[in-house]
Every structure is written in structure tokens, then in C-alpha cells.
């Protein structure tokens, strides 16, 4: 499938756009933290998400995101905190509204959802699951891609990890 570049992408920003999200989105936010703007367009302060996630896709970083205020209130709702330093870790879906009123025009925006992502819970009895939780791990070689999908009790994260052991001993003596 070829992949269309969003017009955005050419105004390069050092935070999270519509032009970055082509589908709602499951981030983890690790921190929010009250900064002056990064674009130096303004001497405005933002309340600025960074994410767990490293990549919004393959080789393409995961940038910050302005918390405006209609995201603002949708962080306090879900975390049932007003205080940004509480929103800490906290799983969202990020997705693009087309219709936000922007002074006289209709532009696309970032919103984040507010009811909270839900992730499927695994267990060693869901063959299909866990062999793909397990190529998962094998693949990148730590938990977190796995951990950014599903939940799974720690139990199941050693079982996982030992399951994976002899075939990485084995990948790693072939290299």
C-alpha cells in the first residue's frame, strides 16, 4: 500500500500534528510539564505531553503534544486530578477532529478520547495471542511492544520471557 503524504509534514514542527496521526492512536503519556513554545512563534507557555513511546511509527520519533485546553480538561477527567503532575502514565487515544472552530475557520485538530484505551488481557491459553506477544518479544528483544498492546499479570511476562529465552540463545549463537 503506498503511504500519501499529509501537506503538514513540509511545515516541519517539533510537536505532534494532524499531519502525524493517520489513526487513532494509543500513547502512554509519561510526563506533562508547563513549557514555553518550542517554535518560538510566541512567548506562550503549553502544557506539553511527552510519550513512552519512542516512534509513532517505524522509524518516524514520536513528538510531544500541546495539551490545549479541550485536552487539558479531557487529562483532568480521565485522571480524575487538575494537576499536571499527576498525569503521569497515563494510557490516551490521540485522534484527528476535522472540525474545530479556529476563529473563523474549520481546521483539523488533535483531541485526545476521553474514555480510556482498553487493551486486551492475554493468558499462555490464548494460542493465537501469545504467539504473537512471543514473536513480538522475540523480534525486538524486550517486553515494552508487547506491553504497548496487551496486558498481561507479571506471572505471564516471566512465563513469556522464559518461553523466549532458548530462542534467542539460539539466535544469538548463530550470529
Known amino acids: 500500500m503506498n503511504e500519501k503524504t499529509h501537506f503538514r509534514k513540509a ?3 517539533p510537536y505532534l500534528s494532524s499531519a502525524d496521526i493517520v489513526e487513532p492512536t494509543v500513547l502512554t503519556i509519561k ?3 508547563l513549557e514555553s513554545d518550542k517554535t518560538k512563534k510566541t512567548k506562550d507557555k503549553f502544557n506539553t505531553a511527552y510519550f ?3 516512534e509513532i511509527r517505524p522509524g518516524e520519533p514520536l513528538k510531544p503534544m500541546i495539551l490545549n485546553a479541550t485536552n487539558s480538561k479531557t487529562m483532568k477527567t480521565l485522571t480524575g486530578s487538575a494537576f499536571i503532575d499527576d498525569w503521569q502514565n497515563v494510557r490516551v487515544t490521540v485522534y484527528v477532529n476535522s472540525n474545530i472552530r479556529f476563529g473563523n475557520d474549520t481546521v483539523e485538530g488533535l483531541r485526545i478520547n476521553p474514555k480510556p484505551p482498553t487493551r486486551n488481557v492475554i493468558t499462555p491459553q490464548m494460542a493465537k495471542a501469545w504467539g504473537h506477544a ?4 522475540l523480534r525486538d528483544g524486550n517486553l515494552d511492544s508487547v506491553l504497548a498492546k496487551v496486558d498481561m ?3 505471564h511476562q516471566a512465563q513469556l520471557i ?3 529465552q ?3 540463545e539460539n539466535a544469538d ?3
Open 11 to 13: 511545515f516541519d514542527s
Open 52 to 54: 513512552v513511546e519512542r
Open 162 to 164: 522464559a518461553e523466549c
Open 31 to 33: 510526563c506533562v510539564r
Open 134 to 137: 512471543k514473536a513480538a518479544y
Open 153 to 155: 499479570s507479571e506471572e
Open 173 to 175: 549463537a548463530v550470529s
Open 166 to 168: 532458548p530462542a534467542q
